[in-house]
């Protein structure tokens, strides 16, 4: 079954955590960023775990392996239950975050490709490839690759084969979630569904992917 994660970028607490929980019967996982953990505090993982679906922390973590460490070890013990990480770092400190997340029993994501238009002035010619090559060698598991790009998702598929993919960048960026939803292991979506009159209904509606 391919998943429906929501990405709660909403700003004010209590939005958030009611878009959560009217959201949460059409979801399989919340996607939790800098933009909701800077302004509503850390503590918005306690009221987010009440809905009893696991928290990806996408901080995106880029830094040496032991800050990495120090990173990786904040967001579990918060409660999240997987973190989003940089490969472009090294083996060294992306395998940092995947021991930490393994650790703990939860799951660490190598960003193998991005989804927005300029990520292809440094992804491409080969770098998304190496990226996925090495969450497979550092056993992440799984990568996240670019809704806007199926034939790239499709590519970084030969190489990453059974792990998970998780693909943010349908609706508001332009990918289409059925053709998407064929080829991943999970669709990551934000502003078409927190921005919309109805989140609950707009969440049902991309819910149908989960087949
Ligand atoms: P929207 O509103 O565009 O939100 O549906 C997408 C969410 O996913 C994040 N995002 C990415 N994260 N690699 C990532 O690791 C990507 O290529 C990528 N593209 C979008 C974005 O920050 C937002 O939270």
Known sequence: MTELILSLDVLDRKRAVQIAESCAPFIDEIKVGYPLVLSAGLSIVEDLAGLGLPLIADFKVADIPNTNRLICEAVFAAGFDAVIAHGFVGADAARACVEVA??????????????????????????????????????????????????????????????????????????????????????????SIYEAEDPAAEAERFSRIRR
């Open 102 to 191: 393994h650790n703990h029993s939860g799951a660490a994501y190598i960003v193998a490709e991005m989804s927005h238009p300029g990520a292809t002035e440094f992804f491409h010619g080969g770098v998304a490839e190496s990226l996925a090559e090495l969450a497979v060698a550092c056993r992440a598991d799984g990568i996240i690759a670019p809704a806007t790009r199926p034939e790239r998702i499709a590519r970084l598929r030969e190489i990453v084969g059974e792990k998970a993919i998780y693909s943010p960048g349908v609706g508001a960026q332009g990918g289409d979630p059925d053709t998407v939803a064929r080829l991943v292991d999970g669709v990551i979506v934000g502003r």
